[in-house]
């Protein structure tokens, strides 16, 4: 019997409005290949939010979001609105969604296959076969720890922002990471900086405990400059980082380079709360921005938002097979260099339409 999936779709600003739509159609074709009846719900977020009914997000829709099996997202944001100092901001809707869904993990997968070789920074043997899946702690730390504000004090200017962390935080993100390593190589590296701050130490700590939850998981420990160094100095060493949110938001960015391509990769948050298939509620988004350089020209590369829909179908609806044939089909688009301008290397580039078109034919020959 076929089930039923409600899914949240969010295109937000700019290119989301390109690249979200390519997603869904790919995700339509691996409905109608392995007989599953996917519902969307289309929402707005962002500026189109603020244009249309005057708030990031509307209560309502965070409401659907919540109900919803998972949400797929774009982008938010729209720089040339910047200079407009409003309390009402598009990121706004992002730590809405974030506080409501209770998303406490961001996964962001770094993965160089063959085609992407060339169009790293970093010289072929050093990224070949890498295969990274960064998980960044996204509730806690230093950018939500307080007191966080700024002073003057004897003539000067002086500011404070907080890290702090509690035992449960650290304990259920690193218990993620591990959960994760088995489906994988079984290596957490969790990074921290013990030798200089506390909450480092105790993450350290925690971690240390978690670890031995897992028998079949090798935990280490590296300090987050020496991460930051060995990421480029021998990036294969790596399967599983697990890292507290600032050192994960640069270490991520950091990681993404190692493709090459930035309009590759997806991410993951995941939270506390699990959908009615007894999956984890998530959200899920290309890393990239609103790219409002090319936006409303058809040259935006799909492939992030498409990934993201394979990420959502193994993370919050248990479909390994299905997220699989989407992997497959986007691994088979790049490597007959069917892609758009930004990656194209023979000279023809696809439209983003097309770039959707080829990978949702190609899942749907998957199961001829
Ligand atoms: N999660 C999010 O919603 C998110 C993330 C990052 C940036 N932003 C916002 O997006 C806006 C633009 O930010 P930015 O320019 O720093 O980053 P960006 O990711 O939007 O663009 C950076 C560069 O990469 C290119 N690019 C990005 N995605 C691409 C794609 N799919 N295909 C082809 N090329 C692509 C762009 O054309 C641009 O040259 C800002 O308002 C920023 O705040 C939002």
């Not at 699989?324 to 490597?335: D, G, K, P, S």
């Amino acid at each position: 019997m076929s089930q039923t999936y409600n899914l949240a779709v969010i295109p937000g600003d700019g290119i989301g409005q390109e690249v979200v739509p390519q997603a869904v159609k790919v995700l339509r074709a691996v409905g109608e290949t392995f007989g599953h009846d996917f519902e969307f719900t289309e929402l707005l977020a962002g500026w189109v939010a603020i244009d249309a009914y005057g708030v990031p997000i509307r209560d309502e829709d965070l409401e659907v979001c919540r109900r919803s099996d998972a949400v797929l997202f774009g982008a938010n944001g729209d720089p040339s609105r910047d200079v407009i100092r409003s309390e009402v901001r598009p990121e706004r809707a992002l730590l809405r969604i974030r506080k409501e869904l209770e998303l406490f993990a961001n996964l962001r997968p770094v993965k160089v296959t063959p085609d992407l070789v060339p169009h790293s920074p970093l010289r072929p043997e050093l990224v070949e076969g890498v295969d990274v899946l960064v998980v960044r702690e996204l509730t806690g730390g230093i950018y939500f720890g307080q007191p966080s504000r700024r002073w003057e004090e004897g003539g000067e200017r002086r500011a404070v922002d907080t890290m702090y962390y509690t035992e449960g935080e650290v304990r259920r993100v690193v218990r993620m990471a591990c959960e994760l390593a088995r489906t994988r190589r079984g290596l957490v590296t969790s990074v921290d900086k013990a030798n200089v701050l506390s909450t480092s130490r105790l993450w350290r700590e925690i971690a240390t405990e978690v670890s031995e939850e897992y028998p079949d998981v090798t935990m280490e420990h590296l300090l987050v400059d020496a991460t930051a160094m060995y990421l480029m100095q021998n990036p294969q060493r790596f399967d599983v980082i697990v890292t507290e949110n600032m050192f994960g938001d640069i270490l991520t960015d950091e990681a993404a380079q190692l493709t090459g391509s930035y309009s590759l990769i997806p991410s993951a948050s995941l939270g506390a709360q699990n959908n009615r298939h007894g999956h984890r509620l998530g959200f899920y988004e290309p890393i990239h921005g609103s790219a409002p350089d090319i936006a409303g020209r058809g040259v935006a590369n799909p492939t992030a938002a498409i990934l993201s829909a394979a990420m959502l179908l193994r993370s919050s609806l248990g479909l390994e097979r299905e997220a699989a044939a989407i992997e497959a089909a986007v691994a088979r688009a790049l490597a007959e260099g069917k892609a758009t301008p930004d990656i194209a290397h023979n000279g023809v580039a696809l439209t983003t339409e097309q770039a959707g078109d080829v990978v949702a034919w190609y899942v749907r020959e998957a199961k001829v």
